[in-house]
């Protein structure tokens, strides 16, 4: 019997006036499904949303994880505060030029490496430019290890495949010098996209100058910025097998709270563009979370109606429920367990699954319970 080992989250979210995610144009994100444009949030953006949520919530000390360019300069940063404190000798040039070369060695051969810089320790202009990801352990490490090497570091006593970051470990990282240390991703985010088709809306806007020019009256700045509405359909993938390789924080004291705050993160949080100017940060009406043998998700290529009185919101919910009722019946053997909550869940969904909860906490609480089996 295949074993039920992924954990999918569906979840319905109603977004009011909003540019969350927005392209090179500045118009939110599009996409073409079933001849209609539908409103779209990436997963690059979704994925990170969750990660600084998590991270955010989670970790107060400066223990967080970091993805930059310019990494090799935290850890001397780092490095120079250790030697300090020890009051050890400490030359920050050559520091720089080590930590410079100990990130690139992670993402560029050695015929690709450049030579750093004198000044600033930052590789040369025409060297590859990428951005890594370290846990903050790994930056930690790398930087006392600067602090009082007189020697030679290499990468791999420092970062292995398995992180201690929940971060690192949900969404994966990629180096393309290192492959035997580069992390499997345990989570799977798929783009957001709105279950029917969409309108863009354009916002012409003054802004008025507090010391205007004489015989000045009028606005300091014309623009104009674009906006939609929608409901959106998203779902995500937490991978258990994979989540135990990648992670070493399993047998940790805080193991639990730190699942419970990544599973809330991956229900609640949303991408932050024009956040300040909209401020969309609705609730999920509906999340539908089930066991699975393998990976599933459900689709809305015919676009959802709306209602007669207007919305879209109760059409979604009713598509969403009649797929995975289908599904049951057409593979049961791939689906377990089953939760809903939301803020439009409604307790008559209990004919259709195993258990239904209008709380948060007690969704999280489940999830987290079924990944720690």
């Known amino acids: 019997m295949t074993e039920n080992n992924f ?32 409103g779209r949030l990436s997963a690059q953006s979704l994925k990170r949303a969750i990660r600084v949520a998590y991270e955010l919530d989670s970790h107060t000390d400066g223990t967080n994880s970091l993805r ?46 450049a030579e750093p810089s004198e000044s600033t320790g930052a590789a040369k202009e025409d060297s590859k430019d990428t951005v890594t990801w370290l846990s903050g352990d790994e930056i930690d490490a790398l930087a006392g290890a600067l602090a009082g090497t007189g020697g030679t570091l290499k990468v791999a006593d420092f970062v292995q495949s398995k992180t201690g970051s929940l971060s690192i470990a949900a969404f ?53 910025a674009f906006y939609t509405s929608g409901v959106y359909y998203r779902s ?54 089930e066991t699975q043998a393998h990976r599933t998700a459900y689709e809305f290529h015919e676009p959802v109606k709306a209602d007669a009185e207007g919305g879209y919101l109760a059409g979604s919910i009713k598509r969403l429920i009649e797929q995975a009722d289908q599904a049951r019946a057409f593979d049961p ?18 004919i259709h699954f195993d258990h239904t909860t209008v709380n948060l906490p007690e969704l999280t609480e489940q999830i987290v319970e079924w990944l720690r089996r």
Do not use: C
Request: hydrophobic share 40%; glycine share 6%.
């Open 68 to 113: 930059s360019r310019d990494l090799h300069e935290e850890i001397v940063r780092r490095a120079a505060a250790i030697a300090a404190t020890n009051q050890v000798a400490f030359d920050e040039k050559v520091a720089l030029k080590i930590a410079a070369k100990i990130v690139k060695s992670l993402t560029s051969s050695d015929k690709d490496t």
């Open 236 to 289: 995500v993938t937490i991978d258990k097998k994979q989540l135990r390789d990648s992670w070493t924080g399993w047998d940790s004291p805080d193991a639990a709270a730190r699942l419970e705050l990544l599973v809330r993160s991956i229900v609640t949080a949303l991408p932050s563009g024009k956040d300040n100017s909209t401020a969309p940060n609705t609730r999920p009406a509906l999340i539908l979370a």
């Open 172 to 224: 994966g990282r990629m180096f393309a010098a290192q492959n035997d240390l580069q992390t499997e991703a345990g989570i799977a985010v798929g783009p957001a996209t709105t279950t029917h088709p969409i309108m863009i809306e354009v916002d012409y806007f003054t802004t008025v100058d507090d010391l205007p020019r004489e015989n000045d009256r009028g606005a300091g700045h014309l623009g104009q």
């Open 7 to 38: 954990l999918t989250i569906h979840s319905l979210t109603a977004l009011p006036w909003h540019n969350l995610n927005r392209d090179d144009r500045g118009l939110p994100k599009q996409v073409r499904e079933g001849g209609k444009t539908r």
């Open 333 to 350: 053997s791939e689906f377990g367990e089953s939760f809903i909550s939301g803020t439009s869940a409604d307790t008559g969904l209990a």
